[in-house]
């Protein structure tokens, strides 16, 4: 049984630049959230997507966007990179029976140079 | 809205001494709580979680942690620590009609021989 899987592992971006992320759900898994853990700091909540809408957001800019496919994957976009972007970006998925229980995938490490 | 304070961002215990990690948490409802471990360079794994069923969860690893409403706390305990329990562990919060995890600062477990 697959976990959630989440690809590159790693990227150097330069400022101003625009990438994007991609996540796989765990198997059964209908709901992915996206969490951004800066160095030394604790997971901060991006936004998660279900049935392919945005269901609940935080508090960053609209810089960050996302979409979710019909296979339940998902994409994290963030355009015109700053440097206070450089952090691991976790996704983590869920069934919508059971929300509230998260598994987080191995995340991707962004630098923004 | 839900927040979660960690008490104490290092601790270091000897092999087979207690580990106690402390925990409250900020919320007007009751709500679901969680302890995730991160190794180096890895994700997010799920210690446990509280979702109401039973104040005393036992979860992987040998850890266990006691919700206690009228402190308002969910501190994970292990009775003897191992070396391989050095990592970070964060507490997060969710509510039931929030999606999001909204997590602690985190706390960093050092283990000595």
């Known amino acids: 049984d697959a976990g959630v899987t989440q690809s590159p592992t790693h990227l150097i971006k330069t400022r101003g630049q625009q990438v994007t992320l991609r996540c796989s759900p765990k198997?059964?898994?209908?709901?992915v959230s996206w969490y951004q853990q800066a160095l030394g700091q604790g997971p901060q909540f991006i936004f998660q997507?279900?049935?392919?809408?945005?269901?609940q957001r935080g508090n960053f800019p609209d810089r960050f966007s996302g979409h979710q496919f019909p296979n339940y994957s998902s994409e994290l976009n963030v355009n015109a990179l700053l440097l206070g972007d450089s952090a691991l970006y976790l996704c983590?998925?869920?069934?919508?029976?059971?929300?509230?229980?998260?598994?987080f995938g191995p995340g991707t490490r962004l630098l923004v140079l | 809205a839900q927040s979660v304070t960690q008490l104490g961002s290092h601790v270091s215990v000897s092999e087979g001494a207690l580990v106690l990690l402390r925990c409250n948490y900020s919320?007007?409802?009751?709500?679901?709580l969680f302890w995730y471990v991160q190794y180096p360079n890895q994700g997010l794994q799920l210690l446990l979680k509280?979702?109401?069923?039973?104040?005393l969860v036992k979860g992987i690893n040998g850890f266990e942690a006691e919700f206690k409403k009228s402190e308002t706390s969910f501190h994970l305990t292990k009775p003897s620590a191992h070396m391989s329990d050095a990592a970070e562990y964060f507490c997060?919060?969710?509510?039931?009609?929030?999606?999001?995890?909204?997590f602690g600062a985190g706390t960093t477990v050092t283990v000595r021989a």
């Open positions: 983590a998925s869920s069934f919508e029976g059971y929300q509230e229980t998260q598994y």
């Open positions: 997060a919060v969710s509510g039931v009609d929030d999606y999001k995890l909204s």
């Open positions: 198997s059964g898994h209908d709901t």
């Open positions: 919320s007007s409802v009751p709500p679901y």
């Open positions: 997507y279900y049935e392919e809408e945005e269901r």
């Open positions: 509280y979702t109401s069923a039973a104040t």
